[in-house]
Every structure is written in structure tokens, then in C-alpha cells.
């Protein structure tokens, strides 16, 4: 079986950079290494998120929304990840049930028992070895998210940047009350730090999660 590593974090935390980072850091040691992400990370989860985060799509019901994460989750568990850690691979995935947990839970107010059944289903009980939090003040990261979205000229995955701060607010408290439910799975790190200096408290976190667990084995 392989290992299965999850970032999660506001939006503009810098998950997307940071786990490119660490990918190839750890493929440069010699680790196989599959890099993913939620909602999408296959060809018919990637139409669901294409829905999920369009930002005319205002008028999605929370508990539509809720639903559409467990289906593009159930299509990419089953076509993606599970398939990798059964061939004993390193699953690095950029967002996954903890996520929903934040986001349509603490977020959204939806009820957080069926959400945990949803995640639960829709992941074939598939509970990462390791999630890192990138934690960042919620209107930093909206700042950042927003920069980001006119140096790129696209808009078009902006739906949750447009929420209020309160909203982003109540994620970012979500994730740390996860982070504080399950210590030995989460792994904290600072947002505000330089790209270089995030990266290299993540690699060092990582790395020593990954020699502990071959002492395990």
C-alpha cells in the first residue's frame, strides 16, 4: 500500500505552488510520486469542478454543491488514487474530504455527520496518512487569490473568492479545529511565509513523516 499526503488550506494559501514543490522534491529522491487534485483530477471529475467553481454559478444550493464534491470525490478515488496507493505509490492531492469538512460544513452550516457519510462513501474510507495545513489570515489570501486572477487574466475558477470574509473566515477557523481533533494527522505550517521558506518547513515535515513511517514498515 502507498502513502497518501493531502494539502488543504483557504483559498491564496498556496497549496497549488507548494505541492508542485514538494512533488518534485520528493521525486528528485527518488519517491514515485502521482499529484492530484479536488474537485477534478480525472476527466469526469474535472467537468464537475468546471461547474463547482464558475463564478455565474450563484444560484448552486449548498447541498447540491455538497453533493457534486462526493461525486467528482467518488470518480477520482476510484479512477485515481486508489489505483496508486494499491500499486504502492506516493499520492500527493491538492484538497480532499477535510476540505468539505470546512468548507460545506463550517462554510456552508451544512450538517457535518452526513457530510462525514458522504466523505466516507465517496472515498472508500480512503483517510490520508498525512494532511498539511497551510493556515494564512483569510483577507491575505483572498488578496492574494484575486492578484492572482488578473496577472492570469481568468476568472473562470473564482466562485469561492467571491464569498464574504466571514465565510473565509469560518473555513479557515474549520480547518483548525480539525488540525486540533486529529494532531497526529495534520501538520501545520505558516502561510505567511516566502515561497522558499514554506517550501522548506513542508519538505521537512514531510520528509520526517516518510522515514518514521519506513521505521514502521
Known amino acids: 500500500m502507498g502513502l497518501f499526503i493531502t494539502f488543504e488550506g483557504i483559498e491564496g494559501s498556496g497549496k497549488s505552488t507548494q505541492i508542485v514543490l514538494l512533488c518534485a522534491a520528493l521525486r528528485q529522491i527518488g519517491?514515485?510520486?502521482?499529484?492530484?487534485?479536488?474537485?477534478?483530477?480525472?476527466?469526469?471529475?474535472?467537468?464537475?469542478?468546471?461547474?463547482?467553481?464558475?463564478?455565474?454559478n450563484t444560484a448552486l444550493d449548498p447541498t447540491a454543491e455538497l453533493l457534486l464534491y462526493a461525486a467528482a470525490r467518488a470518480q477520482?478515488?476510484?479512477?485515481?488514487?486508489?489505483?496508486?496507493?494499491?500499486?504502492?505509490?506516493?499520492v500527493l492531492c491538492d484538497r480532499y474530504t477535510d476540505a468539505t469538512l470546512a468548507y460545506q460544513g463550517d462554510g456552508r452550516g451544512l450538517d457535518q455527520q452526513l457530510i462525514g457519510q458522504l466523505n466516507c462513501v465517496a472515498s472508500q474510507a480512503t483517510i490520508p496518512d498525512l494532511t498539511i495545513l497551510?493556515?494564512?489570515?483569510?483577507?491575505?489570501?483572498?488578496?492574494?487569490?484575486l492578484s492572482r486572477e488578473v496577472a492570469l487574466q481568468d476568472s473562470s475558477e473564482g466562485r469561492f473568492?467571491?464569498?464574504?470574509?466571514?465565510?473565509?473566515?469560518?473555513?479557515?477557523?474549520?480547518?483548525?479545529?480539525?488540525?486540533?481533533?486529529?494532531?497526529?494527522?495534520?501538520?501545520?505550517?505558516?502561510?505567511?511565509?516566502?515561497?522558499?521558506?514554506?517550501?522548506?518547513?513542508?519538505?521537512?515535515?514531510?520528509?520526517?513523516?516518510?522515514?518514521?513511517?519506513?521505521?514502521?514498515?
Not at 79 to 87: C, G, K, Y
Not at 134 to 145: E, F, S, T, V, Y
Not at 170 to 192: C, M, N, Q, T
Open 31 to 56: 519517491y514515485e510520486v502521482v499529484q492530484t487534485r479536488e474537485p477534478g483530477g480525472c476527466a469526469i471529475a474535472d467537468q464537475i469542478r468546471s461547474i463547482l467553481l464558475h463564478p455565474q
Open 76 to 90: 477520482h478515488v476510484s479512477e485515481v488514487i486508489r489505483p496508486a496507493l494499491d500499486d504502492e505509490k506516493l
Open 134 to 145: 497551510i493556515d494564512l489570515q483569510p483577507d491575505i489570501g483572498l488578496k492574494r487569490a
Open 161 to 217: 473568492e467571491r464569498e464574504a470574509m466571514a465565510f473565509h473566515q469560518r473555513v479557515r477557523d474549520g480547518y483548525l479545529a480539525l488540525a486540533k481533533a486529529e494532531p497526529d494527522r495534520f501538520a501545520i505550517v505558516d502561510g505567511s511565509l516566502s515561497i522558499e521558506q514554506l517550501a522548506a518547513q513542508i519538505q521537512q515535515k514531510t520528509l520526517k513523516f516518510l522515514n518514521k513511517m519506513k521505521v514502521q514498515q
